[in-house]
């Protein structure tokens, strides 16, 4: 789910990297070419002229710079069993906007979630994720559908995380487009996962991360730093309880991730809080679907009256 914070507005990014590196060489090249001319001049003129040209350098290879985040492979804590829960997503301020369910099926170590938002307004978020519980969670595959007036754009992404196969459909200007790229995927890709893994990480452990596919169209790797907040209190009719509250950061790399910092484009936090204990189980959820949307808020339904 969290995928969806970081779709769509990569693109944008995107547009001003090159830009950004064509510069950073222009800057280099013309300040290299201005030091020639006037290498005449004082020695003091010389040394701010070397300064200057260090803080390009630095500048550039700032921009430049790799992700340095590692991942992390979630063990299994809690082994995942049956279950189908109902759920409802709402604005911040309570209006609800579309109902969902979420259903999952174990055959031994191989486990398969459903989940599906189905909006007033006609609209479709349906994800299904295969994935492995044996010692780690290992995603097999997902299935992303979005559609309808409430994304800014549909979108339908299925990933073969065996082959690291990922094909994307998507509508741009009324034409249906397609692509199909090969990644090296790592042993830790979330994608669909997000829901599993908050409930089997240790919460004293100061942060976890986990790689998850985002379709921009184009297929790229993100990671995301899971980071606990602590325990915060809730209650469920008579019942108090506390839930481990984790925020969600979107971690984008290299030219791309210094862009989105530096242009103020980041993806926005997504917040979980999970009931802890035996028998972990998601409580609430705030963040956006899709990239430039509201913070909407998923939490369990109650169910009506006979």
Same mark, same amino acid.
């Given at each position: 789910? @969290?995928?969806? &914070? ?9 547009? @001003? ?6 510069? @950073?060489?222009?800057? #280099?090249?013309?300040? &290299?070419?201005? *030091? ?23 500048? @550039?290879?700032?921009? !430049?710079?790799?992700?340095?985040? $590692? ?15 109902? /759920?409802?997503?709402?604005? #911040? ?21 459903? $989940?599906?938002? =189905?909006?007033?307004?006609?609209? !479709? *978020?349906?994800?299904?994720?295969? *994935? ?6 290992? #995603? ?29 459909? *998507? ?13 090296? +995927? ?6 669909? +996962? $997000? ?44 019942? =108090? ?15 791309? &991730?210094? $862009? ?16 802890? &204990? ?10 956006? /679907? ?9 939490? /369990? ?6």
């Amino acid at each position: 789910m @969290c995928s969806k &914070g970081v779709n769509q507005f990569i693109d944008a990014i995107d547009a @001003c990297t090159q830009t950004a590196l064509q510069t @950073c060489r222009a800057a #280099l090249l013309d300040h &290299g070419a201005d *030091y020639a001319h006037h290498a005449f001049r004082k020695e003091r003129q010389h040394s701010d002229s070397r300064s200057s040209w260090i803080a390009i350098l630095l500048a @550039c290879a700032a921009v !430049l710079q790799p992700n340095a985040l $590692l991942a992390d492979a979630i063990p299994v804590r809690h082994t995942e069993g049956l279950m189908h829960g109902f /759920l409802v997503l709402r604005t #911040l301020e309570g209006k609800a906007l579309a109902d969902g369910q979420m259903t999952q099926d174990a055959q031994g170590d191989r486990v398969k979630t459903h $989940l599906i938002f =189905r909006f007033k307004d006609g609209s !479709l *978020y349906e994800d299904t994720a295969v *994935y492995s519980q044996r010692g780690t969670f290992r #995603l097999f595959s997902d299935h992303l559908i979005q559609k309808g007036p409430s994304f800014k754009q549909p979108v339908d992404t299925f990933i073969d995380a065996s082959t690291g196969q990922v094909k994307v459909h *998507y509508n741009e200007q009324g034409k249906e487009k397609i692509v199909a790229q090969r990644l090296d +995927l790592p042993p830790d890709v979330a994608n669909g +996962l $997000l829901f599993t893994l908050v409930k089997d990480i240790k919460p004293n452990v100061p942060q976890t991360t986990v790689s998850i596919v985002a379709a921009t169209p184009k297929p790229r790797l993100v990671k995301l730093a899971i980071l606990p907040q602590g325990e915060e209190p809730f209650t469920i009719g008579s019942f =108090r309880h506390k839930a481990m509250h984790y925020v969600v950061k979107a971690e984008i790399g290299g030219v791309t &991730g210094f $862009l989105a910092r530096l242009m103020g484009k980041q993806p926005a936090d997504t917040h979980v809080w999970v009931l802890g &204990g035996e028998a972990p189980a998601f409580v609430k959820l705030e963040g956006p /679907l899709y990239v430039g949307g509201p913070i909407w808020r998923i939490q /369990l339904a109650s169910a009506g009256l006979f």
